[in-house]
Nanobody, 125 residues
Framework: QLQASGGGLVQAGGSLRLSCAVSGGTFNSYGMGWFRQAPGKEREFVSGIRRSGSDTLRPIYGDSVEGRFTISRDDAKNTAYLQMNDLEPEDTAVYFC?????????????????WGQGTLVTVSS
């Protein structure tokens, strides 16, 4: 089970940190990802990170958030995070976290078997 939290209303230029708490599974073996869906738009990949112990933990990011967002994980807390800085009105969306049991955290929906319920981020101009 995945529980996303941390969304809210923020002004443009502000920051938020989203959390994704995972229970009932082996968190340290999962790749973790964040996706978002704005009203009237398709779900979009935001960021992904591999399982711990991978050859590389270097995360990947969607083009629209590269340099502003940072994904991380804390295996001791079974939690993944998305630090969002310099937020823009275009970042307004429902943000979903997801777990990839194969451990890769790639940018494709089909890689993820488990999804959280989403948390709403609203950025005002």
């Amino acid at each position: 089970q995945l529980q996303a939290s941390g969304g809210g209303l923020v002004q443009a230029g502000g920051s938020l940190r989203l959390s994704c708490a995972v229970s009932g599974g082996t968190f340290n073996s999962y790749g973790m990802g964040w996706f978002r869906q704005a009203p009237g738009k398709e779900r979009e990949f935001v960021s992904g990170i591999r399982r711990s112990g991978s050859d590389t933990l270097r995360p990947i990011y969607g083009d629209s958030v590269e340099g502003r967002f940072t994904i991380s994980r804390d295996d001791a807390k079974n939690t993944a995070y998305l630090q969002m800085n310099d937020l823009e009105p275009e970042d307004t969306a429902v943000y979903f976290c997801a777990a990839d049991p194969r451990g890769y955290g790639r940018p494709w929906f089909s890689s993820y078997a488990f999804w959280g319920q989403g948390t709403l981020v609203t950025v005002s101009s």
